[in-house]
Structure formats: structure tokens, C-alpha cells
């Protein structure tokens, strides 16, 4: 298949990326108390409701739709399909551009899609479904539950894509559940995400010797393996409660940077789970030998976990990213502590 010509994009440039970089590590030193350090999350914060912009117009959507359509797109809020993630699939089989939709019902779709991330980020997906399947329209959605219910969920997915919108009907579960995306460039530095693959790396420059050790290893595990273990997990790599506070600054702006391709009420959720399980010293990083493209030691996987929080990033050759992000396997009391 033809791939369309890429506009250049100002992140994927290395020299801006270098500079927006270096600017951002301030920031982020000064900031790392947002991102409790130990103290857990008390504030108040801003999830997705159902009178969001994007929930409300999925909510338009659901009442636009024939029988015919809700036979083919709409499935029940605990059907399996729900939960499943992939770095290419189709949850239903209409795309988006078909003429089983019409213009407004198209319309909506792209209001939703809009109101689920920021302005940065929307820029940044259009480009990146542009290159890989030729276009925001050739991808699917489903809509699970009903919006009188009490739950429901618009999902979208395709080429690199499985993105969420829940009007946080799930308590504790950021984005209404794990998310992916990616990029099909094969060549790692034209990768539209290859930004956050150096952002990533300025972490493990800054690690001494030893922390280097214990954050290098050989093999990484399954990439859609992002199941969140709680309080009892193992979490691979080096513990940020050992890193400094300057490394731990980078990290925060690595997971900042992680998160900004979506609306503020996803990431303000997000960063209250990561705070509900103790803040950043919950995490451990882990850096991948496997796949080290070029053997640059630039490395191109991998991977930060803690009890609330999975981020897996493989970037060899091109990116798949997932993130899962909640609460809901901390017990009561550490929830409320």
C-alpha cells in the first residue's frame, strides 16, 4: 500500500526535540512535588464526567443510530471486547468513512475523538493514522452499554490505535481502561513518538553504575502484557525509591510527556492513581537489551510499573505503546489512607 507523504513534525525533529527537551527538565524538577513524592493523592481532581465534551457527544452518537446500526456497533458494557487490546485490530467491522454512517453520525465520531485528547495530541494521532492506514476515517468504534444505564464506553481502535472514552463510569480506571498507540515507521528516529524513546534514555544517562545494572535487562516481557498487580506486584528494573531527586524529575517528565497527548481530565485522573499508590517512589523502570536497534545502546524498549501504573514501549523498529492506569487493585484502606 502507498503511504502517504508525512508533514514534518516540529517533536520529530531531534534538535527541537533536544531543545524542548532540556527546557522541560526544569519544569519537571520544579514540578516533581505535583507528582507526589510518597504522599498520597488528597486532592480534589477533575475526572471525565458525562457531561464532558466527548462523552456527550458519544452520547449523541448512541441516540442517532438505527437498529440496524446499534446491531452492528453497540455491545454490551461487560462483553469482552471491552477490555481487549491490540496494535491492530478492528472492534467492529464499519470504518468510519463507510457509508453506513452518515455525515452527522461521522461528525460526531471525530467530536469525540477530538474531545479525548489535546490539541497536541489530536494534531499528533491525525498525522500518525494519516502514514499508517490513510486516515483517521478508516478507522472503528464501538459503543458498549447505554447511556442510561450507568455505564458506557466509546471505544475507537485500528492501525496503532485503541483509545477510550467512559465518562469515568469505572472508578479508578484512567482512560476507561488500557490504551495503545503507535506508529508504523520503520525508521526509529522519523517515528512520530521517537521523542518520548529519548526523553526515556535521558533517565538512564543520568543513572550511576549501579542503578544502571539493576535498570538494564536482557529480555522484556510480552508488550500487551500491562495487567495491573496492585500492592503485591513484582515490578522489573530499578525502583525509583532508590533514584535521586534530580532522576527522579526526569522520570515525571517522562511520564508527563507520556500523558500529554490526552485531555486534562484523563491525565489528571492518571496522575491521581499513580499518587493513590504512594507517588513516584511506587515505580520501578526497567531499560530492554532485546531489539537495540543499530546497537546504539539508545534503547529502544522499555518499560515503567508500579501498583496503579504500566507503561510498555517497544520502539523496535517501529512503536507500540500501551498504557493501563488505575486504582482497582489497591485495597480500601491504601486507597484511603
Sequence with gaps: MRRPVRSKCEMCDSDVTRRHFLQQIGSAAAAV?????????????????????????????????SPTQRAQICLPFDHPLRLKINAN????????????????????????????????????????????????????????????????????????????????CIAGAAFGGPIVYGHGEETAKDNIFYYQTQQANEVFKALDANQARKALLTKAPAETQVQLQGEQGRFN?????????????????????????????????AMSCIDAAGGMPSLAMAFYQ?????NDREWDIWRIEGPTFVCHFRGAPHVHAYLNIGTQKLSKSHKTS
Design 33 to 65: 512535588g505535583t507528582l507526589s513524592l510518597g504522599v498520597p493523592f488528597a486532592g480534589a481532581y477533575a475526572a471525565p464526567s458525562r457531561s464532558s465534551q466527548a462523552e456527550t457527544a458519544a452520547q449523541k452518537l448512541y441516540e442517532t443510530l
Design 89 to 168: 485490530w478492528a472492534v467492529t467491522q464499519p470504518a468510519i468513512h463507510e457509508s453506513f454512517y452518515n455525515k452527522e453520525q461521522q461528525a460526531l465520531i471525530a467530536e469525540v475523538f477530538k474531545g479525548i485528547t489535546s490539541e497536541q495530541g489530536h494534531a499528533r494521532f491525525l498525522e500518525q493514522m494519516e502514514y499508517d492506514d490513510g486516515g483517521f476515517d478508516r478507522y472503528h468504534v464501538a459503543l458498549f452499554g447505554e447511556p442510561q444505564s450507568g455505564n458506557f464506553e466509546w471505544m475507537l481502535t485500528g492501525r496503532h490505535a485503541t483509545l477510550r472514552a467512559d465518562g469515568d
Design 237 to 269: 528494573g530499578l525502583p525509583v525509591a532508590e533514584m535521586s531527586a534530580d532522576q527522579q524529575a526526569l522520570l515525571s517528565g517522562v511520564i508527563r510527556t507520556l500523558l500529554a497527548p490526552y485531555r486534562d481530565e484523563d491525565v489528571q485522573e
Design 290 to 294: 532485546q531489539e537495540d536497534l543499530n
